[in-house]
């Protein structure tokens, strides 16, 4: 039996804002686009380096949402930690990447990889409000 006294399941009835569901989508699937640009970049075209820093730049937009819906939207306060711990590791690497000294520089991929757990992590605990939320996913017919 699910306890829905968690964190995160707190005012379900309100449901889960449509915003703060993309921002977590985006997450994830623009770190894969970074990763994918910068392997690329290395490997087959160095132009794609500066797709890779644009990219990189673009998404503090979802996690700077994430971190401000958590802190300001009293449903979304559960995923705090997630959002903060989000947050933070995209401060770091933007700082690995804008240092150009190799040892920071050289745990940027280290650090991108936490960056991708996390952001996996916090898309993981929003999709599992949702599906706590009635009336998230539409029910499936039985057929007699």
């Avoid at 000294?101 to 991708?116: E, I, K, M, Q």
Wanted: charged share 10%; glycine share 10%; hydrophobic share 55%.
């Amino acid at each position: 039996m699910m306890d829905n006294t968690h964190d995160t399941f707190a005012d379900l009835h309100l449901g889960t804002p449509g915003w703060f569901t993309v921002l977590a989508w985006l997450m994830p699937i623009g770190l894969f686009a970074q990763f994918a640009s910068a392997g690329l970049g290395l490997f087959l075209n160095p132009d794609l380096i500066g797709l890779h820093a644009s990219m990189g730049f673009t998404l503090s937009l979802p996690a700077m949402g994430l971190f401000l819906g958590a802190l300001f939207v009293r449903r979304l306060r559960g995923f705090g930690l997630w959002a903060g711990l989000l947050f933070a590791l995209y401060v770091v690497q933007v700082s690995l990447a804008a240092t150009g000294a190799p040892l920071p520089l050289s745990l940027h991929p280290a650090n991108a990889a936490l960056l991708l757990t996390a952001s996996l992590t916090l898309l993981a605990k929003v999709e599992h409000r949702r599906g706590q939320h009635k009336g998230a996913y539409p029910a499936t017919s039985k057929a007699a």
